[in-house]
């Protein structure tokens, strides 16, 4: 079974600049949840879906952040415009369904604001 | 905000020692996973523990929740420089929230 899929792998921008990292997660699973995870420290969800649409977006910057979920499948993560403290590696996960089970993460992406 | 409260930050060990680290909350939760996290790489679920008291062994790892269902530890028999990563306790805030603690990073030498 195909893992969790992430790109890019490393992205360094400049602050003010726009990035966007893509998810796939694993086929047939339902939810799928967006972490940043600032070096040193565990992640923090950003945003989480239940198919197509937002189950939960509290921890979210709103005014930079913004992310959607097509057709319940593949996700994307925009950041615009980057502020320095971005920096770090934004994670996606995917579960079968909401109530608790098993995420599975994929590996990442790395993200550099100078 | 409930917090997940890990300890010790860090911690360095020799092969063959054993070692606990611990994860904390003032909150009750329904239940709490284990997972380690190994550079350039997702975490990885190791256990998910949902009863109070209850104990799960996983060849040399033993994780026990706490009888109020607020704290949880992990023991490493005779760790192995294998074990070497960021161990990450996360709890099920309601019915569907994960909150991840502040993560145990653990060396072991050789």
């Known amino acids: 079974e195909a893992g969790v899929a992430q790109s890019p792998r490393y992205k360094i921008i400049e602050k003010r600049q726009s990035v966007a990292f893509w998810c796939n997660p694993i086929s047939g699973h339902a939810t799928l949840y967006w972490y940043q995870q600032i070096l040193g420290q565990g992640p923090k969800l950003l945003i989480q879906?239940?198919?197509?649409?937002?189950?939960?977006d509290s921890q979210l910057p709103k005014d930079r952040f913004s992310a959607e979920r097509l057709k319940g499948v593949d996700s994307t993560l925009k950041i615009q415009p980057a502020k320095l403290e971005d920096s770090a590696v934004y994670l996606c996960?995917?579960?079968?369904?909401?109530?608790?089970?098993?995420?599975?993460f994929g590996p990442g992406t790395r993200l550099t604001v100078t | 905000t409930q917090l997940l409260e890990q300890s010790p930050q860090f911690l360095s060990i020799q092969e063959g020692e054993n070692l606990t680290v611990y994860c904390n909350s003032s909150?009750?939760?329904?239940?709490l996973q284990w997972y380690r996290q190994e550079p350039g790489e997702g975490p990885v679920l190791l256990v998910t523990?949902?009863?109070?008291?209850e104990v799960k062994k996983l060849k040399r790892l033993t994780f026990q929740f706490g009888d109020a269902r607020k704290d949880s530890s992990l023991h490493i028999t005779a760790a192995q420089t294998g074990d070497t990563g960021l161990y990450l306790c996360a709890a099920l805030s309601g019915t569907y929230k994960y909150i991840f603690g502040t993560g145990t990073r653990l060396k072991v030498l050789a």
């Open positions: 523990v949902v009863t109070g008291g």
């Open positions: 879906f239940q198919n197509n649409g937002v189950v939960d």
């Open positions: 996960a995917s579960s079968l369904d909401r109530q608790g089970g098993e995420q599975y």
């Open positions: 909150s009750v939760f329904s239940s």
